[in-house]
């Protein structure tokens, strides 16, 4: 099946600072791809998705000039956590269709911390 | 706005014992998916349903989507540890392709 990484796989950071996330489609061309957040114990949430070329579709709630999205290319998109806070700390995982009956496959996800 | 809830939230079984988790949700459906999370892991596509009433197989899982479109089931039979994880139904809907996630059944399972 499709794969989909993302880098780094955790990251710790002070409050205020900025976080990058990256989200690549390995062996495929995504389009679009899609941001979640996942807390403890609790479902994914969508946050935004991201378009290439254009700019990325925010769910409702979603703040997105704190969460930057760019999508420069067909198998990579960014998420940067902006002036992040302690209640950013989360799982985020990025995720694309790749297949032929629009079956999403996942990144791994990254583990932010931010203290 | 919609909601797709699953029950229950949690399930302990010992190994052998079956296992289902349902999902519901307050409007129709235009398809359900389903995707297993180990833990510490990220979501696995599963399976997906389309149509009314279907039945599908995989092995000792068991996928329905019901005769309304309104909910599903997944029947686990004969659980092993390696079943152990959350299963989260979601509807992919829109030209977008978004998922819209169930709240998940997280299974344990021991010997």
């Known amino acids: 099946g499709a794969v989909v990484s993302q880098h780094p796989s955790w990251v710790i950071c002070k409050s205020g600072t900025s976080v990058k996330i990256e989200c690549r489609s390995l062996d495929f061309q995504a389009t679009t791809m899609f941001w979640y957040r996942q807390f403890p114990k ?3 949430m969508l946050m935004a998705t991201s378009n290439e070329g254009s700019k990325a579709t925010y769910e409702q709630g ?8 760019n999508h420069a290319s067909l198998t990579l998109s960014t998420l940067t956590v902006t002036s992040a806070h302690p209640e950013d700390s989360s799982f ?10 629009n079956e ?9 911390t931010v203290l | 706005g919609q909601q797709v809830m699953q029950i229950p939230q949690y399930q302990h079984v010992q190994e052998g014992e079956d296992f289902t988790t349902y999902c519901n949700s307050s409007t129709t459906l235009s398809n359900i998916q389903w995707y297993k999370q180990r833990p510490g892991g990220h979501p696995v596509f599963l399976i997906q349903l389309v149509k009314s009433g279907e039945v599908k197989k995989q092995k000792r899982l068991t996928f329905q989507f019901g005769e309304a479109k309104k909910n599903s089931s997944l029947h686990i039979t004969a659980t092993q540890t390696t079943d152990v994880g959350t299963y ?3 509807e992919n809907t829109g030209t977008a392709s978004k998922l819209t996630f169930g709240t998940g059944t997280r299974l344990q399972v021991t010997l």
């Open chain 2, 88 to 90: 989260f139904c979601a």
């Open chain 1, 62 to 69: 979603v703040e997105k000039d704190k969460f930057l999205i």
């Open chain 1, 92 to 101: 985020y995982i990025c995720s694309a269709n790749g297949g032929t009956i």
């Open chain 1, 104 to 112: 999403q496959f996942f990144g791994p996800g990254t583990r932010l």
């Open chain 1, 42 to 44: 609790q479902s994914l």
